[in-house]
């Protein structure tokens, strides 16, 4: 661990929705920050006036929330870094940006775009390796640069790249040291015609000012890496450790996107991911606790995350593995775990009123749901026949024809009713055991007894377990429903 405590930033530009790529690197600077102790600082980077909304940046912060990655500094919680967006950091740019210039580091620029484009023509023509920025208006007299700002002629501050500043060397956690040749840095633009400052530029700056030690972000960033180093050594700052990460692929090898299926955080939690299982599953996508364990709690994660165990190489989102590790979660839940967070939520959505009950009947409930159920939109599924009653039961017509309607039903409804009204406690293995005992008494085979039975109650074939079922449901209205069901068995 470093001597400096660790500070980290996800700097989403909020243009669009939080989608996959981008949980997984808030995630990432998440867990870092987590595993060292260190801060994690959300930034909302919308300096993109035309797409940046507030409606994105609220959603953004919204699915944050849901995928557990709270931060120290940011949006609501505040910081003695902020302010954290970058539309309110105008000042600062234009402070830095000018300081620069009064050292001699950056220089107003006035070629027009035609200007930039015949130079471009030209050195292509003559095949100079420099195909950047021409330095035209590096050395223009400072006279002659004021008179024309005085004038009203639009200018864009350049950072002057020293002359002497050869390669550029990224050190990066993923990629190792990554190099930059020197004619590859252009003198680039810091600040536009309108005042405003670039990503590379505005990006720096903050970085800077929040002291941010480890930069950790998509390694679509890798290439524009070498500027920024550039404008940390102009800005006489320390540059932090980078660490950027791979795409993330579909199943065909091309970069994630809405042809893969869903791409936004939100679609996942409506689809009834659990947070959990889902930042789970994300973290596995270019990082790997030992090369093979799969389950990786929250807090395993937050203290054991590091960028030593990141990949560079692409990872590729699995569907199927993500619903496995979401079985898995659902599967070892703990009952009380399972009725707050997935059941009585589930149930609500639904529209089911559930009404009251203790947590033993609860437990009951879990135990019989849990094993049946993939995401929470199955509870109310599983559970219908149990939150219905003799009056509202929905009878399905395969199920009837097929369980209840055959000759001998009516006789084995009628003998089940009584040994279950008869039954001294109403408890799973007793109403079991009761009907176990029809079949030899009526010489009716035993697969019918129960499936006429399970129709009569359930109203259908597929139910749970008959006897925890009916314990959860009550005697009266079990009883009801068998007297309801009477009609329909011959
Ligand atoms: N706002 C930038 C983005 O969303 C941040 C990139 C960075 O982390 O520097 O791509």
């Not at 030899?440 to 129709?455: I, S, T, Y």
Request: net charge negative; aromatic share 8%; hydrophobic share 45%.
């Amino acid at each position: 661990m470093s001597e400096t405590p660790v500070r980290v930033r996800f700097a989403p530009s909020p243009t669009g929705k939080l989608h996959v790529g981008g949980a997984r690197t808030a995630i990432y600077n998440w867990a870092f920050a987590r595993a060292n102790h260190g801060t994690f600082i959300l930034r909302i980077d919308d300096t993109d006036p035309e797409r940046s909304t507030e409606e994105n940046t609220q959603i953004i912060l919204r699915a944050m929330r849901w995928l557990g990655l709270d931060w120290d500094e940011g949006p609501e919680v505040g910081g003695d870094f902020g302010p954290y967006f970058q539309t309110e950091r105008a000042e600062m740019y234009r402070a830095a940006a000018q300081r620069l210039w009064d050292e001699g580091k950056a220089y107003p620029c006035f070629c027009t775009p035609e200007q930039l484009a015949a130079d471009r023509a030209e050195a292509q023509a003559r095949k100079d390796p420099f195909q950047g920025y021409q330095r035209r208006c590096r050395d223009l007299d400072p006279a002659e640069a004021r008179a024309r700002i005085a004038a009203g002629e639009p200018y864009v501050l350049r950072i002057k790249v020293p002359e002497d500043r050869g390669d550029v060397v990224v050190r990066d956690a993923v990629h190792g040291d990554v190099t930059f040749a020197a004619r590859e840095l252009d003198d680039f633009v810091i600040q536009r015609t309108d005042g405003t400052p670039t990503y590379n530029f505005a990006t720096v700056v903050d970085d800077a000012a929040m002291g941010i030690t480890h930069v950790i972000r998509g390694d679509d960033h890798l290439s524009n890496t070498p500027r920024q180093v550039i404008v940390y050594e102009a800005l006489g700052a320390p540059v932090p450790t980078f660490a950027h990460i791979s795409m993330i692929l579909g199943a065909d090898g091309k970069k994630l996107s809405k042809r893969h299926g869903a791409t936004n955080v939100e679609e996942y939690r409506d689809a009834g991911y659990l947070s959990d299982a889902f930042v789970n599953y994300l973290a596995l996508l270019g990082w790997s606790l030992d090369g093979e364990t799969t389950i990786i709690p929250r807090d395993v994660l937050a203290s054991q995350f590091s960028l030593d165990h990141v990949s560079k190489n692409p990872a590729t989102f699995d569907p199927k593995k993500l619903d496995w590790i979401q079985a898995e979660y659902l599967r070892t839940m703990e009952n009380d775990e399972f009725v707050e967070k997935v059941m009585r939520p589930a149930l609500a959505a639904a529209g089911v009123d559930a009404g009251e009950h203790d947590a033993a009947w609860w437990d009951a409930l879990a135990e019989v749901v849990k094993p049946r159920t993939k995401f929470p939109a199955d509870v109310a599924t599983v559970a219908a026949p149990v939150f219905a009653t003799a009056d509202t039961l929905v009878y399905d017509e395969k199920s009837v024809a097929k369980g209840l309607a055959r000759e001998g039903m009516g006789a084995v409804l009628d003998a089940a009713r009584e040994v279950l009204a008869a039954l001294p406690a109403w408890e799973p293995a007793a109403i079991d055991a009761a009907l176990e005992a029809l079949p030899e008494q009526l010489d009716v085979k035993k697969r019918l007894v129960f499936q006429a039975v399970r129709v009569a109650v359930c109203g259908n074939l597929v139910s749970p377990p008959l006897g925890e079922t009916m314990a959860l449901v009550g005697r009266p209205d079990c009883l009801a429903r068998i007297d309801r069901a009477r009609a329909m068995a011959l």
